[in-house]
């Protein structure tokens, strides 16, 4: 392992500045090859497209490049955005690795069949193709060298129009790979379908960003609301047949924050009943800015925040279970996006007269048997009850699902007291999978593993689900316990 690590003089265990995404991130853009890109943020760029087109990047190169990252991270006089980034963590040098495949930010290019009025490509007029072959480079890197929780962003552009788009697909396949593919939807495609339902592809996601025709003719500068309605309705019969998910977004912007969309918007997810509605902003306006400066330089997103509230209000009186998608994406590299989130839930909180918390008491409803645990020490609390210790000797333990949280559990004293089965997850891409000793498997064979206890680490948005689908496969002895 000590050949993949920078040469600069660093002890094992030395505390170090460094991040997930510059130890094993791939961004491929039309900018170039970079370690990745989250918004309107950029880390340093390995070789422009320019570059990157007249040679043959090695992984050895690519190592070679994210050490010299990492050293100026590391060093009180060079200048890079990664130290601005909200992203970079504190970790030993002997934890430090450059040799993986994580999280691949797939955009080679810039061709699209819309022109959304957000979108920087629109702004510059530059949609072009992909002046180097991105999947010749991925190719360095063996099933071998991809982490647990690789998964990839596929998007562009519009990725479906990419003439070799299904092998890209079959390679993220081949590698374990999960794919989030972002399409606006307006071809069909059939590898897209045929990876739902089999469950190469994770999640489909669309922006859809409106509520009726005329919106989306202003917004995408093309007439095709009914056709993309219609591919929709199709991915989602794929996700209801299958293993993949569907999401639908919307994203603010000065042009659709009006009611007939807001309106027009929950009534076609009412139809639609995709797996998941993810609202967000358009960020190009804090492009430029420092990632960690509380402020937006010109732009006013006052009335993009009341149009927000207003939609997911009004998803929730229908039944509907909205996310916010910043929580994943622009809140976690910089003080704008958190601060965009913060203004969302207090505006929320506001008009509903209490916090967002409070609808965890809704968990208690769904089965007495379901109770809190927290950890440092062990503890179980159920409803209505004094917080006790607990211990989870002689108990068989699974772990559900596969996230960052239930991996983290592995490590945990109390936990491991336990007899620890493996995980449970519905995404066949994670099913098999060995992490940390632990083995993936699928809902269907939770009944033969005869556990005592489901501990369900993972964040709020997704337990009510997954709680569900756990009551449905267990006998109704076993305890399922909810990380607090």
Not at 63 to 69: E, P, Y
Not at 319 to 340: D, W
Not at 357 to 371: A, F, H, M, Y
Request: hydrophobic share 35%.
């Amino acid at each position: 392992m000590a050949d993949t690590k920078s040469k600069t003089n660093y002890a094992a265990g030395d505390v170090v500045r460094s991040c997930e995404k510059l130890e094993a991130g791939l961004r491929f853009g039309q900018e170039g090859v970079s370690a990745c890109a989250l918004g309107p943020f950029q880390s340093p760029i390995y070789w422009s497209a320019d570059e990157a087109a007249k040679i043959e990047i090695s992984k050895e190169m690519l190592i070679d490049k994210r050490k010299k990252i990492f050293d100026m991270l590391n060093d009180d006089y060079s200048e890079t955005p990664c130290k601005g980034c909200q992203m970079v963590t504190t970790k030993k040098y002997e934890d430090v690795e450059f040799s993986r495949l994580g999280h691949i930010d797939f955009s080679e290019t810039s061709l699209c069949n819309i022109r959304c009025d957000y979108c920087c490509y629109t702004k510059h007029d530059s949609f072009k193709k992909s002046k180097f072959d991105s999947l010749n480079i991925l190719q360095k890197f063996s099933a071998d060298d991809v982490e647990w929780n690789s998964a990839v962003d596929f998007g562009g552009g519009e990725p479906t129009v990419l003439p070799n788009f299904t092998e890209c697909i079959d390679y993220f396949k081949s590698r374990g790979i999960r794919v989030f593919l972002y399409t606006n939807a307006v071809k069909f495609s059939q590898a897209a379908y045929d990876g739902l339902v089999k469950g190469n592809i994770s999640w489909l996601c669309v922006s859809l960003d409106c509520g009726t025709s005329s919106t989306y003719n202003k917004t995408k500068q093309r007439d095709y609301f009914p056709r993309v309605m219609e591919n929709l309705f199709k991915y989602v019969e794929a996700s209801k047949k299958g293993h993949g998910n569907v999401s639908v977004k919307y994203i603010f912007t000065e042009n659709n924050c009006g009611e007939d969309d807001l309106y027009g918007f929950t009534f076609a997810m009412l139809a639609l009943q995709a797996d998941k509605i993810w609202l967000t902003f358009d960020f190009e306006p804090t492009k430029g800015l420092d990632a960690g400066a509380d402020e937006f330089g010109l732009f006013d997103y006052t009335n993009l925040i009341e149009a927000y509230v207003k939609l997911y209000l009004l998803m929730k009186q229908y039944g509907l279970e909205p996310g916010h998608f910043e929580e994943n994406h622009l809140s976690q590299v910089s003080r704008q996006g958190q601060i965009l989130l913060e203004r969302v839930k207090d505006g929320i909180a506001k008009e509903e007269g209490k916090t967002e918390k409070n609808t965890e008491n809704l968990l208690v409803s769904l089965g007495s048997e379901i109770v809190y645990f927290h950890l440092n020490p062990l503890q179980i609390h159920h409803p209505g009850k004094k917080i006790e210790d607990w211990s989870l000797q002689g108990k068989r333990v699974l772990l559900a699902p596969v996230s960052d949280l239930s991996v983290s559990l592995m490590a945990d004293v109390g936990v491991s007291a336990g007899n620890v089965v493996g995980f449970v997850d519905r995404d066949p891409t994670l099913q098999n999978k060995v992490i940390h000793g632990g083995r993936v498997h699928g809902y269907d064979e939770i009944e033969g593993l005869k556990v005592d206890i489901v501990l369900l680490a993972v964040h709020q948005q997704y337990r009510k689900d997954i709680i569900k689908t756990l009551q449905s496969k267990i006998d109704k002895s076993v305890i399922i316990a909810v990380m607090a």
